[in-house]
């Protein structure tokens, strides 16, 4: 039941255009259901700088924490030394939002996509590969 009326209740507020990451889409919801939400597997695509590292059950935690439980597929996208290293930090946990503390492998920011079902990892090097070739910025 639960999970239905979940169901039905987060289109209503992708509609009204808030940014979807957890704590938006879940404002306005009963306690209960947040509840729900926060302690029970989702399944969701997990992304690397715009790549896909995998299909995943991940958790999130009331502190706007993002924790791996268990890997459903590799993508194949990402060499596997990259895949595993950023597997053993999701199973420790990583908090959503911009990296300001313990910034492991050039993390800069994590983000939760409700709508989408999708965990975006971005680092440093995402920057680098978006920038034209020939083109390099420097620090100020």
């Not at 306005?28 to 997990?46: A, C, H, M, R, V």
């Not at 060499?79 to 950023?86: G, I, L, S």
Request: proline share 3%; net charge neutral.
């Amino acid at each position: 039941m639960k999970k239905c009326l979940l169901a039905l209740l987060i289109p209503s507020f992708l509609a009204h255009g808030n940014n979807p990451t957890a704590s938006n889409m879940l404002n306005g919801l009963p306690d209960d259901f947040k509840q729900y939400f926060y302690n029970s597997e989702i399944i969701t695509q997990i992304n690397l700088n715009d790549k896909k590292l995998f299909d995943a059950s991940v958790s999130i935690s009331n502190g706007e924490q993002v924790k791996l439980v268990q890997i459903i597929a590799d993508s194949g996208e990402i060499d596997v030394a990259k895949t595993r290293q950023w597997e053993a930090i999701l199973r420790e946990g990583m908090a959503i939002g911009e990296c300001v503390n313990n910034c492991l492998n050039g993390l800069m920011k994590v983000d939760f996509n409700l709508e989408r079902s999708q965990v975006n990892i971005y680092t440093r090097q995402y920057e680098t590969e978006k920038s034209p070739k020939g083109v390099h910025h420097t620090a100020r």
